[in-house]
């Protein structure tokens, strides 16, 4: 009866969490017991609201749960949803029995949107603290040790007048001569796992240890939102997922959490093989077998001079920005999978492709600004702010547009749910059907009543959150794969010949090319390829939160104190820190998949109460090593509640497109000397990729991966037929 329980939930709480308005609704005045208990029953219903969710979204992901007295009750439920609130539906009868108790955010209500901002006392106190620290080199409130802005390091690494123009932009990336994450790993060595970034007013405590890590997207998740990360994304995202506050945040990943079920994923592997097989194509067009490229010769000798090169069109000579490549081939594929909308950008670059490129840039610039120059008064009238809001108006635009049309053939709820499965069963017999977009649906599903500026927000942030992500494990897994040092040739064999051998059992059962999930799942050393592609290259390499109330982090070792945070302070999650910690991981430089084929236990300078990784504790229906296998010391997809929604699509796509390549070609980097070209750049405390390295949200190449791309001889199995 655990199912019927299930059903039945979303028309009642169970009776012990039934919470009386007036008893719940004192907010933040922490005074007393009875505030205690409160807030105790409110975090009660919170962690009940969880739960449910995850129930909700796996009680029927099986075909065998779909029979009788429970499935029934379930499938009524889903029917009566559709009833409005004002005939009577649900919602009536839920909102008669619940209280609504006052959100944990109240307080901030008002105060910004759609983060929270602190109040002025609150940012008066960070700033004294900072001051004191500086001017009378007290020791800071917060405990934390401060790291000092080397500007003369950072004056020496990027050149006077890169300096000069990063200071009166605010560039962050340039204030520190290089990659933010680059310079706090250089800091984390030197003074240990929790730490304080001051630029001046500004100032963020960094973390970079598992149980820190733990604490704050899982265990006290609740007392922190996305900060400064909203700011800066509001414009563009709105109420998406990724800012929103934790009142949306709630609302909202009801709904679209389940929207990513199994069979929905499932279904979208035929789109994975279909964009796949344009690029392969593209690729041996660029790239013909036997010549008709560039000679080795005319290659550009330096990593400097394929700057120019790129910008003369050098794709068209026979190499190809691989990097490049695969972000048009993911935005394609986010635009059909999301909503329906083929951007064909593999092939062509449209003014709505260059816009969603430029309003990324635009995105990444800001998420690394040091003053948030586009609030400046007069700001708006700056030529690169004038083209933003044009691209953002058309991008917009044409989001509105699919919303609109999706909301005029809005399809019955059963129809939605059997899609999935009609999609299954059409694939075993060969017929073509018609893939369910997300926002279908979403606007099916219409969770909370959602509005159409509501959906294009999700569009937005699923577009944002989606496409520069796995275009960014891809390319730095190949580059590392693809090495020309040599130091990952015998992965790649490994990785080839499980390939070969799949692609020979789908021959073997006369499934031609077509993946299935279980192909998927049988190549498990392409996902552990991927999987350490986003160790050593998280994306993004930083989480960002904000501390919504004073709060005490744990210690990273027995004898180090607490670092105490005031209300309103800026923290920064150093995934690529983290990730490479020579305490949690063996030689963390080194690419090898096969690290997360044994179990690492902690050593002597292990932080405190950090666990290990073992392999044993990967659940079986997990495509990667999971942060709980790690206890927190990996976080591909982030963690807790605001881990990503996206993680299985993204691992299907990238598992999809990554054994389908090293199938099919022998990749090269194009220089014509890669062994005296290639040095890695030193000066941050530890090395830059030798194709150079640059972040936004994401980790970019500074050039681009340019390789050449070689069809393998002979084929291990017959070409992906490109489509018509
Ligand atoms: C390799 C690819 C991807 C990586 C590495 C990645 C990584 C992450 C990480 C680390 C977070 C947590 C951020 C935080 O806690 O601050 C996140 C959140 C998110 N991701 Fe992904 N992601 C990927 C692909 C995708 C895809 C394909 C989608 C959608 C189709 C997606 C949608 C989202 C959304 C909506 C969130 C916000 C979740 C929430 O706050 O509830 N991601 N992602």
């Not at 340039?174 to 030197?190: A, M, Q």
């Not at 199994?262 to 093989?273: A, G, I, N, R, V």
């Not at 050039?703 to 037929?721: D, E, F, S, Y």
Request: with cysteine; charged share 25%; hydrophobic share 40%.
């Amino acid at each position: 009866m655990r199912v019927a329980a299930v059903a039945v939930a979303g028309l009642a709480w169970p009776a012990g969490s039934l919470v009386p308005r007036a008893a719940v609704g004192v907010g933040r005045r922490r005074v007393g017991l009875a505030v205690m208990e409160e807030e105790k029953a409110a975090e009660e219903r919170l962690a009940f609201e969880d739960t449910l969710m995850e129930e909700w979204s796996e009680a029927w992901e099986g075909e065998k749960d779909k029979e009788g007295f429970d499935w029934e009750m379930e499938k009524l439920r889903r029917k009566l949803e559709v009833v409005p609130e004002s005939f009577g539906g649900p919602k009536f009868w839920r909102r008669m029995i619940e209280a609504e108790p006052e959100s944990f955010y109240a307080a901030y209500e008002g105060s910004t949107y759609p983060g929270s901002k602190p109040g002025g006392l609150d940012s008066f106190r960070i700033l004294f603290n900072n001051l004191l620290q500086f001017l009378l080199g007290n020791e800071s409130e917060d405990l934390a040790p401060v790291a000092g802005w080397d500007w003369k390091g950072a004056l020496d690494r990027c050149g006077p007048g890169a300096f000069g123009k990063a200071l009166v932009s605010g560039d962050l990336q340039g204030l520190v001569g290089g990659p933010l994450f680059l310079l706090l790993t250089k800091y984390h060595r030197e003074l240990g796992p929790v730490f304080k970034l001051a630029f001046g007013p500004r100032s963020f405590i960094v973390v970079c240890d598992p149980a820190i890590a733990r604490y704050i997207l899982r265990d006290n998740s609740v007392n922190y939102d996305k900060g400064i990360l909203a700011e800066i994304l509001a414009p563009v995202l709105g109420k998406g997922l990724i800012p929103a506050d934790p009142d949306v945040w709630k609302r909202r990943r009801r709904v679209i959490s389940p929207a990513f079920h199994k069979k929905w994923l499932e279904s979208t592997l035929s789109l994975f093989d279909e964009c796949t097989a344009e690029l392969v194509a593209d690729l041996r067009r660029r790239c013909p077998p036997g010549g008709g490229g560039v000679p080795p010769g005319a290659l550009p000798d330096s990593v400097d001079a394929w700057a120019d090169w790129k910008a003369d069109g050098a794709g068209a000579l026979g190499v190809v920005d691989m990097e490049e490549r695969f972000c048009s081939v993911s935005l394609d594929i986010i635009g059909r999978a999301v909503f329906d909308y083929d951007f064909d950008s593999t092939h062509t670059e449209s003014p709505l492709v260059r816009a969603v490129y430029r309003c990324l840039v635009e995105a990444e610039r800001r998420t690394t600004a040091f003053i948030p120059f586009w609030l400046l008064p007069g700001a708006h009238l700056l030529p690169s702010q004038v083209a933003f809001r044009r691209d953002l108006d058309l991008l917009e635009g044409k989001l509105d547009e699919l919303v609109a049309a999706a909301f005029s053939e809005d399809i019955g709820e059963d129809e939605m749910l059997d899609a999935g499965a009609e999609v299954a069963d059409a694939k075993k017999d060969g017929e073509a059907v018609d893939r369910v977009s997300l926002l279908r649906f979403l606007v099916t599903v219409r969770g909370e009543e959602a509005d159409g500026r509501q959906l294009r927000d999700d569009l937005m942030t699923m577009l944002v959150a989606g496409h520069e992500t796995t275009a960014a494990l891809l390319t730095w897994t190949l580059y590392e794969l693809f090495h020309p040092s040599g130091r990952s040739s015998h992965h790649l064999e490994r990785l080839r010949s499980e390939v070969d051998g799949n692609y020979a059992a789908r021959a073997a059962e006369g499934r031609g090319t077509a993946t299935a999930y279980e192909d998927v799942v049988a190549c498990a050393f392409a996902r552990l390829c991927l999987s350490e592609g986003l160790r050593l290259y998280p994306q993004p390499p930083l989480l960002i939160r904000r501390a919504l109330d004073s709060d005490e982090l744990p210690a990273p070792y027995p004898s180090a104190a607490r670092v105490k945070l005031a209300r309103g302070t800026d923290l920064f999650l150093s995934t690529w820190s983290l990730h490479k910690n020579p305490a949690l991981w063996d030689e963390p430089e080194t690419f090898d998949p096969t690290r997360f084929e044994r179990p690492r236990r902690p050593g002597p300078d292990a932080p405190a109460g950090w666990r290990g990784f073992d392999p044993a504790k990967i659940p079986a229906q997990a495509l990667y090593p999971t942060e709980q296998s790690a206890d927190y010391a990996y976080l591909p997809f982030g963690a807790g509640g605001r881990r990503c929604v996206g993680d299985q699509f993204a691992m299907l796509e990238a598992t999809v497109m990554l054994a389908t390549l090293v199938n099919e070609f022998d990749f090269a980097f194009a220089l014509r000397d890669p062994k005296n070209n290639l040095t890695p750049k030193e000066g941050l405390g530890c090395p830059v990729a030798d194709v150079g390295m640059q972040t936004g949200a994401t980790i970019h190449t500074e050039n681009g991966l340019w390789m050449t791309a070689t069809p393998r001889a002979p084929p291990a199995h017959p070409p992906p037929i490109p489509p018509e």
